[in-house]
């Protein structure tokens, strides 16, 4: 069982930065692959970023390529999303999501992670 924990979010003003933490149990991190979703009020959860295990290989959305950055440190068990040039439409919970299942292709749909954080706020005004 992997439990993930969120910190970071909070209150930004548009054009600011954060930067999310996940902090994730598990004997094996260094193997899996960890992403960041998000959820906007009436909207389904959607994918942000993603580093997989090993390989590290990265992917993003479009809404977010150039502003923020998927970094993960094996040796604490974390992994990070530092936000730049935030706008209002960056306003969601965040979730760290983490698949356990070894992946060689990053993985960008909810239904194929198997954990999941309880998610942290980000709300950015204009």
């Known amino acids: 069982q992997v439990q993930l924990v969120e910190s970071g979010g909070g209150l930004v003003q548009a054009g600011g930065s954060l930067r999310l933490s996940c902090a994730a149990s598990g004997r094996t991190f260094s193997k899996y692959s960890m992403a960041w979703f998000r959820q906007a009020p009436g909207k389904e959860r959607e994918f942000v970023a993603v580093i997989t295990g090993t390989a590290h290989r990265i992917n993003y959305a479009e809404s977010v390529k150039g502003r923020m950055h998927i970094v993960r440190d094996d040796t604490q068990n974390m992994v990070h999303l530092q936000m730049n040039s935030l706008k209002p439409e960056d306003t969601a919970i965040y979730y760290c999501?983490?698949?356990?299942?070894?992946?060689?292709?990053?993985?960008?749909?909810?239904?194929?992670?198997?954990?999941w954080g309880h998610g942290t706020q980000v709300t950015v005004s204009s």
């Open positions: 999501a983490a698949r356990e299942t070894p992946a060689i292709i990053p993985r960008t749909r909810t239904s194929e992670y198997e954990y």
